[in-house]
């Protein structure tokens, strides 16, 4: 329960100043005495392609949401925060609302945020401001796997090929990878850019200047029949990862190795949570179990 009241006009809700860093620390801290904002905030307070907006109660910074422009259209809404001696006076909603709409105003068509599969408090309140769940992510990062470890492909997956993508996969990939976006808990087309929690859409046009920097798999059947095959997005970060059993599980398998030639050590693939029997199978396979599954949200 919140230790104080507060009524509308004593909430102020306004862009963050550099010189907020030390209420915006101890805000954090109070949450979480290792929270990492406090590191990051003197940047983002200065970034140009989105906003850090704080609430403010009397002369005590109570709440903090930023957004950046990660592309054009598309906003990544991060760093939600309210002391918790002001929870359940309404200021995440207040900061939610106003943050939403400034990347709104600012140009995005879509606003996203993640959130952790164990904070209920944060899916409540996106539920509250129209936010809807898009798709449970499970991240499997930081599969290093050891040079001496066998690499086994499952047996079922005899006779299948992996070979670099090909631009012209995409007429077999693209209209799959836009009906996994379509049903709700598999956004096919969403990807991971980076080390990061962001996640955006992919164009086709994304897509094929991937495939043609040699950074897409496929399995499958000879012909890559759609129904039985599989596609990866790898640069230093596994972006993207699709498809059916067996070709799925062959992927995975293989890549180990494709890391391995691009020069790379680590893998995090992000697989949709409904697809419990890649998973399962990922786990066979030697890939970690993830340490951050969570929500993508999304307005509208
Ligand atoms: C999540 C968090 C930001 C919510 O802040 P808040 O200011 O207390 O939220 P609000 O008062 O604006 O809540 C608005 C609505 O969200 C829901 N909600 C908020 N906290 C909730 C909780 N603990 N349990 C259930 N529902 C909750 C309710 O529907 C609430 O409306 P109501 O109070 O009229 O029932 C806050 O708990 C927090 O800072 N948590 C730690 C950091 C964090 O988890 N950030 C989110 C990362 S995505």
New binding site residues.
């Given amino acids: 329960m919140?230790e104080h009241n507060l009524t509308n006009n004593e909430l102020e809700l306004r862009s963050a100043r550099p010189g907020d860093l030390d209420q915006v620390a101890r805000l954090c801290r109070a949450?979480?005495p290792d929270d990492w904002i406090p590191e990051v905030f003197p940047e983002w307070a200065g970034r140009q392609d989105g906003t850090l907006a704080v609430a403010v109660a009397g002369d005590q910074v109570v709440?903090l949401l930023g957004h950046a422009l990660i592309t054009p259209r598309e906003a990544y809404l991060m760093?939600?925060?309210?002391?918790?001696g002001?929870?359940?006076?309404?200021?995440?909603?207040?900061?939610?609302n106003y943050v939403t709409h400034q990347a709104f105003r600012s140009g995005a068509g879509v606003a996203r945020?993640?959130?952790?599969r164990d904070?209920?408090?944060?899916q409540?309140?996106l539920?509250?401001?129209g936010y809807h769940r898009l798709g449970l992510w499970d991240n499997i990062p930081d599969w290093d796997w050891p040079a001496a470890m066998p690499r086994v492909s499952p047996p079922s997956a005899v006779g299948l090929h992996v070979r670099p993508a090909r631009v012209e996969d995409l007429q077999w990939l693209w209209p799959w990878l836009e009906e996994a976006s379509r049903a709700s808990d598999a956004p096919g087309l969403i990807a991971q850019p980076g080390e990061t929690f962001e996640v955006m859409s992919l164009t086709r046009q994304d897509l094929v200047s991937h495939i043609e920097a040699g950074e897409g798999w496929a399995a499958g059947p000879p012909g890559f029949p759609p129904d039985e095959s599989a596609f990866a997005l790898l640069d230093w970060i596994l972006r993207q990862f699709i498809g059916v059993l067996p070709a799925a599980a062959r992927l995975l398998a293989e890549l180990d190795g494709l890391v391995r030639e691009a020069g790379q050590g680590v893998v995090n693939v992000t697989l949709p949570g409904s697809q419990f029997r890649l998973l399962v199978e990922a786990g066979l396979q030697g890939y970690q179990s993830a340490w951050w599954p969570g929500y993508v949200y999304q307005k509208p």
């Fill in positions: 919140s949450l979480d709440g760093g939600m925060r309210v002391h918790p002001y929870h359940r006076l309404g200021i995440a909603k207040a900061l939610t945020l993640t959130t952790r904070n209920v408090a944060a409540a309140l539920d509250a401001t």
